[in-house]
């Protein structure tokens, strides 16, 4: 028996472009029954990244697979296919790498060793939607000899920052310390710097403000304003507005305030023609605010969200979506008269005419540093297996 264990040493969540690293290490438990001639023996070992895509048969029509390049091997189980028994297609696919071969561990012996890929940029992120899903997973393959092959299969998060991949790294850095006798230097160095200069970009593009005035209004007249400062966010932080009923006309009962996405299929692939689009809700906010002049929200942007992107078979995007209930009397009726006694009890109309109608805001939702999202990752940094 020889378990095998795989760690991602940083966490389950990367950036496109970024290198993943995993250890992988093999041990031969020892046990009380363990004697010199419980030595195992492993013919080899491979790793690979593939990223698996899967679509629901009723909202998304996908072209015909091609039946003529069936692949007799992927039947053959001493054949290392990463996505054998997994649901959909793969996509995508790192070519794979020899781990070792003819690994002999004793009794209480373990060996270690290091994987590492960089993620490909062009790739999409990593999404589970209601119409699609794009799962990534490293997928390590184990034989011994004469037997079936054991798969490891370690599930990781792929965050895509657009924009990225066409950045031109400075030329002049004197004050960096290098090595001229290294010729990859500057590879290593690029490597270390993708996820601080994700960081810098994100923080240029979603720490600017200016403010934003949107008049509400409906057939009646004016309800009030709504104020917000950006519409660029990263996940993890908190999207605020304000509101000011104050200078409407038409009295406001109550608003609520909806963060959600919205998933969209590409015309050539949706199963019929106009199909709806699938709206997903993160947070909300509800309030009632009759007489209320002023009012505000905060809606956190889950972690665990995917920020929006668009591929050639499905498109996401965020958006704020209002809803408002008006009355549909003066603001005058509501109001309580100064000159009213004490002994005076007021109380609330049982009836009263109301409209309602909706907003949408189109927001833009940008990925955040790995290293925070991995915080909350439903994935597991470790994963095992035993032969």
Request: proline content about 6%; glycine content about 6%.
């Amino acid at each position: 028996m020889i378990e095998v264990l795989a760690k991602l040493g940083r966490g389950p969540v990367f950036l496109a472009g970024e290198v993943l690293e995993c250890v992988i290490t093999f041990t031969n438990p020892l046990s009380a029954s363990s004697t010199s001639a419980s030595s195992e023996m492993l013919a080899w070992a491979s790793a690979q990244i593939h990223c698996q895509f899967h679509a629901s048969e009723n909202r998304v029509a996908l072209p015909p697979s091609d039946s003529s390049k069936h692949d007799v091997q992927a039947e053959n189980e001493t054949v290392f296919v990463p996505n054998r028994g997994e649901r959909g297609q793969c996509i995508l696919s790192t070519p794979p790498k020899i781990l070792f071969c003819d690994l002999r561990l004793d009794p209480g012996e373990s060996k270690s060793y290091s994987y590492c890929e960089t993620l490909p940029i062009d790739g999409p992120p990593s999404f589970r939607g209601q119409s699609v899903k794009y799962v990534y997973k490293l997928t390590i393959g184990c034989q011994r000899v004469n037997s079936p092959i054991k798969l490891l299969r370690v599930p990781f998060r792929v965050l895509v920052l657009h924009g990225l991949k066409d950045y031109q790294f400075p030329q002049d850095e004197a004050v960096a310390p290098s090595n001229p006798f290294l010729e990859e230097d500057e590879g290593l160095k690029k490597d270390s710097r993708l996820a601080d200069l994700a960081t810098e970009l994100l923080m240029v593009a979603t720490s600017r403000r200016s403010l934003h005035l949107y008049n509400i209004s409906n057939t009646r007249g004016k309800v009030g304003t709504f104020c917000i400062f950006k519409t660029v966010y990263k996940i993890g932080e908190d999207v605020i507005g304000t509101f000011n009923f104050s200078e409407g006309d038409i009295p406001c009962l109550q608003f609520s305030v909806s963060l959600q996405t919205e998933e969209s299929i590409q015309e050539e692939f949706q199963h019929r023609r106009g199909q709806p689009i699938s709206f997903s809700t993160h947070a909300r906010h509800q309030e009632a605010c009759l007489h209320t002049a002023q009012s505000s929200f905060s809606l956190p942007i889950p972690l665990s969200s995917t920020p929006g992107f668009t591929t050639n078979i499905v498109s996401l995007k965020w958006r704020l979506h209002f809803e408002f209930v008006t009355s549909g009397e003066s603001a005058r009726t509501c109001l309580i008269r100064e000159s009213q006694s004490e002994a005076v009890t007021w109380t609330g109309v049982e009836q009263m005419e109301v409209d309602t109608f909706s907003w949408d805001l189109p927001i833009k939702v940008l990925p955040t540093n790995p290293i925070l999202a991995s915080s909350v990752s439903q994935f597991s940094s470790t994963n095992s297996i035993t032969i």
